[in-house]
């Protein structure tokens, strides 16, 4: 790991997990905020284009479920990853729940930004 990333280890299941990638600050995480994107193949494999276009929520969510899948260090997250869209975003995420649960230890603001707003 480098000093912007930590690996959470979580309980172990039955099968082996690799570590959680957790960036140290939401601010190191300065990837594209709009346009479009090409994830390489090492981040993005299983489908038959790797463009995404981040002004699009529904692809800008799905690009980053799969570079928080396959994200290897904190590098691969601070090039595809910003830290604000990922704020906006964070609540819509289809994240493994392991996953989910470092980030927000990490970052509570994460979580915060995941409750929904009452109305008065």
Do not use: K
Not at 41 to 51: A, H, I, M, Y
Not at 52 to 65: C, G, K, N
Not at 95 to 107: D, K, N
């Amino acid at each position: 790991m480098t000093d912007t990333a930590t690996a959470i280890r979580q309980p172990r299941a039955r099968c082996a997990l690799r570590p959680v990638v957790v960036t140290e600050s939401l601010a190191d995480l300065r990837g594209p905020v709009g346009g479009l994107v090409e994830l390489p193949q090492r981040l993005f494999w299983s489908g038959p284009g790797r463009v995404f276009d981040l002004d699009d929520t529904d692809q800008a969510l799905e690009m980053y479920e799969a570079v928080f899948d396959a994200a290897r260090g904190a590098a691969d997250l601070a090039e595809y990853v910003n830290g604000e869209l990922l704020a906006r975003l964070w609540s819509d995420l289809a994240l493994a729940p392991r996953v989910r649960r470092a980030w927000e230890s990490a970052h509570p603001l994460l979580a915060l930004a995941a409750v929904p707003a009452t109305v008065a």
